[in-house]
Nanobody, 124 residues
Framework: QVQLVESGGGLVQAGGSLRLSCAAS????????MGWFRQAPGKEREFVAA????????YYADSVKGRFTISRTNAKNTVYLQMNSLKPEDTAVYYC?????????????????WGQGTQVTVSS
């Protein structure tokens, strides 16, 4: 069992930056692929970024490529999402998720555990 708790959301102006954190409980954290998803009001939850268990591989949605960076520190059971050059369309609730299988990183249905989400609001 893995419990995930996100933090770091808030209100920021367009062009600004935020760093989200996701703290995980459980000794098996290092074996999970970790992902970030987001959900805007009235829209489906969509993939943002994912990172392999070792941190050696990362994958991004085209909409955030070059602006967002996912990373992890296994010694701290934490995964991060550095968000730069934020746009109003990045406004959403951001969720981190853990996947035991390590495949189909952009498919929300393969993830086994989810956090409660943190709100990110980007003003124009």
């Amino acid at each position: 069992q893995v419990q995930l708790v996100e933090s770091g959301g808030g209100l920021v102006q367009a062009g600004g930056s935020l760093r989200l954190s996701c703290a995980a409980s459980g000794r098996t954290f290092t074996t999970y692929t970790m992902g970030w998803f987001r959900q805007a009001p009235g829209k489906e939850r969509e993939f943002v970024a994912a990172i392999s268990w070792s941190g050696g591989s990362t994958y991004y949605a085209d909409s955030v490529k070059g602006r967002f960076t996912i990373s992890r520190t296994n010694a701290k059971n934490t995964v991060y999402l550095q968000m730069n050059s934020l746009k109003p369309e990045d406004t959403a609730v951001y969720y981190c998720a853990a996947d035991r299988g390590g495949s189909s990183w952009d498919d929300k249905y393969v993830y086994d555990y989810w956090g409660q989400g943190t709100q990110v609001t980007v003003s124009s």
